[in-house]
T-cell receptor, first 117, second 107 residues
């Protein structure tokens, strides 16, 4: 059974750095062809793709946010970590991690992050 | 970035109706097109990948077609549980952009 779960703060202040962890089970990120990505969704709005890390440590970022994002993996812990610097109220959203292989077939439940002073 | 445009943005339909949602890419993406269903408060669910491949466990009333820049998602006979928001997404190149969504409502 494949599961993913996001964890991290629910409230961050403007200018702070957000660190989110995706802990997964049921697959290994050392398996060829797999990736884990991050997608966010502001309240009432559409999905926005943020970043993706592949089994071979290839990392991809949304160019509009690239300067603020870092994605890493710890294969031994089955975790992927996303950091986003200089948080702003417009970054308030539900953040999802999802497994990528021919589409994002498995998703976490999402975690709502609110940016407010 | 590749832009994805869905139409319509919203749609009213009745149980039993046949419904089609379209998605257009700003440049050719071959068959690297995915469709998701999202219900309020829930994570998106993958329905179709590679334009026309049905994800395991998804009912056969869902189908996808297209290649290049133009794609469609068809629901052959709407069921009550199908009322949701649908998103297309290209996975031809990063960023893996999503369409703006199509909200399917009960008429």
């Amino acid at each position: 059974q494949i599961t993913l779960k996001e964890s991290g703060p629910t409230l961050v202040k403007p200018t702070q750095t957000l660190t989110l962890t995706c802990t997964f089970s049921g697959f290994s990120l050392s398996t060829s062809g797999l990736g884990v990505g991050w997608i966010r969704q502001p309240p009432g709005k559409a999905l926005e793709w943020l970043a993706l890390i592949y089994w071979d440590d290839d990392k991809r970022y949304n160019p509009s946010l690239k300067s603020r994002l870092t994605i890493t993996k710890d294969t031994s812990k089955n975790q992927v970590v996303l950091t986003m610097t200089n948080m702003d109220p417009v970054d308030t959203a539900t953040y999802y991690c999802a497994r990528n292989r021919w589409g994002y077939g498995y998703w976490g439940q999402g975690t709502l992050v609110t940016v407010s002073s | 970035d590749i832009q994805m445009t869905q139409s319509p943005s919203s749609l009213s339909a009745s149980v039993g109706d046949r419904v089609t949602i379209t998605c257009r890419a700003s440049q050719s993406i071959s068959i690297y097109l995915n469709w998701y269903q999202q219900k309020p408060g829930k994570a998106p669910k993958l329905l179709i990948y590679a334009a026309s491949s049905l994800q395991s466990g998804v009912p056969s009333r869902f189908s996808g077609s297209g290649s290049g820049t133009d794609f469609t998602l068809t629901i052959s006979s709407l069921q009550p549980e199908d009322f949701a928001t649908y998103y297309c997404q290209q996975s031809s190149s990063t960023p893996h952009t999503f369409g703006q969504g199509t909200k399917l409502e009960i008429k």
